[in-house]
Structure formats: structure tokens, C-alpha cells
């Protein structure tokens, strides 16, 4: 059986991932009929030890430090992809993840200033050296994510509490890495419509599905 097909969904607070996620999820399942599986899964979580590492990192109560959030996300990481993303790949399965190495080069890498090297090789060990097949780029400024963001009345992670000045290194590293691998990553203005973010993503992928 041919190996599956692993898409992720980038971008910063605020840009639609997880819309376009199940969107896609059941555009993707419908077209498939059931002649293969279309999962959706998240990071960090989709397994039990990784949905913990979640509550922790994300808990406004603590006071992570940079490598070791680096390191925590990493370990949950290795976690989702020997239980889950491993065997469903083998199983010939179209896998959608929210988030996935892009998000921590981005986000420890360039915003905590641990350096984008460094955190992909921690990732490039914690995934096995899983690359995605395409990356889907929500693109949206940092004051209109923070704006929706607001819109869903909703209390701030522990991340979604920094500053300007994080939430912007994280989306020029988010550009960078877009520059640097055109052929992996496809960005999509994240302001449009739902339907209209769908079309396109859907557009980014043909060549794949």
C-alpha cells in the first residue's frame, strides 16, 4: 500500500486553522467515499500524553521557560507521530494536522529567539524525520489575528498573552519559511471568506489529491 498523504495547516492565532480544518476534513472525506481514511488531528494533543503536554503549555498559571517549551512540544510531538501519524500514513490514510514543526520554528525558534536551526533539529528527531507533504499558510497580520481572537470572547492561553512584538517575529518567520520552501508550503490570505480560503486550499492541494 502507498504511503498516505500528511497536509498541515499553519498560521498564527487568529487565521482559521481549525475552520479550515474540519472543512477541509469533510470536503476530503466526502471526495474519498471511503476508499481511504481522511483523519483530522491537532497539535499539540491528539493522543492522551500529548492532549496533557496541551493543558500544561498552554496553561496561563505557569511560567514555561524557552527550552523547555521547545522541548515540551517536541515531546508531544514524538508522541502523536509513533502512535498516531506513523501508522495512519502506513495505512495509506489522507492525515490533516493542525500545526506541526512549522509552528515551533516559528513560534520557539524565531519569537523565543532559541534560533530556527536548533528547534528543527530537536523537531527533526521528535518526528522521525516526517516532512509533510504539503503545508497549508494561513496568512493574517498579527492585529487582525488578535482582533478575531477577541471576536470569540474566549480567555488567552498562555501564549496568546504576549506581545506584539512575538505574535510579529512569528509571522516574518512564517514568511521566511514560505520563501525557503515554495514547493511545501502554499500561503493563503487567511481574510477572506471561509469559502473562499476553502477554495483555495483546496486549489493548493490538487496536485497532491
Known amino acids: 500500500m502507498a504511503r498516505g498523504t500528511l497536509i498541515t495547516i499553519e498560521g498564527l492565532d487568529g487565521a482559521g486553522k481549525t475552520t479550515l480544518a474540519g472543512a477541509l476534513h469533510r470536503e476530503l472525506a466526502a471526495r474519498a467515499a471511503g476508499a481511504h481514511p481522511v483523519e483530522l488531528l491537532r497539535e499539540p494533543g491528539g493522543v492522551e500524553v500529548s492532549e496533557r503536554i496541551r493543558a500544561l503549555v498552554m496553561d496561563p498559571a505557569l511560567a514555561v521557560l524557552p527550552r523547555a517549551e521547545a522541548l515540551l512540544y517536541a515531546a508531544a510531538r514524538a508522541q502523536l507521530v509513533e502512535q498516531r ?43 522521525g524525520g516526517l516532512v509533510p507533504d504539503r503545508t497549508l499558510l494561513l496568512r493574517i497580520s498579527p492585529a487582525d489575528g488578535r482582533a478575531r481572537k477577541h471576536e470569540r470572547a474566549s480567555e488567552p492561553d498562555r501564549l496568546e498573552r504576549e506581545g506584539e512584538d512575538f505574535f510579529a517575529a512569528i509571522a516574518a518567520a512564517y514568511d521566511e519559511l514560505a520563501r525557503a520552501e515554495p514547493e511545501r508550503i502554499r500561503a493563503i490570505d487567511a481574510l477572506q471568506s471561509p469559502e473562499r480560503v476553502l477554495r483555495d486550499a483546496l486549489a493548493a492541494l490538487a496536485d497532491l489529491l
Not at 86 to 109: H, I, K, T
Request: hydrophobic fraction near 55%; avoid cysteine.
Open 85 to 127: 501519524l506513523a501508522p495512519l500514513l502506513r495505512d495509506g490514510a489522507v492525515v490533516l494536522l493542525d500545526r506541526f514543526v512549522d509552528s515551533s520554528l516559528a513560534y520557539q525558534g524565531a519569537a523565543r529567539g532559541l534560533g530556527v536551526e536548533q528547534v528543527r533539529a530537536i523537531n527533526l528527531f521528535a518526528a
